[in-house]
């Protein structure tokens, strides 16, 4: 069974880096047809993608938010990480990291549970 558990501040300031990691069980990141995905959900709206790396490392952003976003990975921890640049109040969300099946016309199998991050002075 493969878990994802996202951690990370919950509160950041104007201005400031929103940084979470996501911690994989159950299945390597690098294992073959899988990409590992950040979405988010704003309160009072749906769910946002921001972007996946891929089994290769080649990552995708969203083009809204593609200039301020980066992920990463580290292949020895079997963990991927989330970079937010120069956050507002208006990426205050629940985030949530998931997997995504190649195979299966993308879809997305398993989810973390999600964090809440704010944005906040």
């Known amino acids: 069974q493969v878990q994802l558990q996202e951690s990370g501040p919950g509160l950041v300031k104007p201005s400031q880096t929103l940084s979470l990691t996501c911690t994989v069980s159950?299945?390597?990141?690098?294992?073959?047809?899988?990409?590992w995905s950040w979405i988010r959900q704003p309160p009072g709206k749906g769910l946002e993608w921001i972007g996946y790396?891929?089994?290769?490392?080649?990552?995708y952003y969203s083009p809204s938010l593609k200039s301020r976003t980066s992920i990463s990975r580290d292949t020895s921890k079997n963990q991927f990480t989330l970079q937010l640049e120069s956050v507002t109040p208006e990426d205050t969300a629940v985030y949530y990291c998931?997997?995504?099946?190649?195979?299966?016309?993308?879809?997305?199998?398993?989810w973390g549970q999600g964090t809440q991050v704010t944005v906040a002075s």
């Open positions: 790396i891929a089994y290769s490392g080649i990552t």
């Open positions: 159950g299945g390597y990141i690098t294992a073959n047809y899988y990409y």
């Open positions: 998931a997997r995504v099946s190649v195979v299966q016309d993308y879809d997305y199998e398993y």
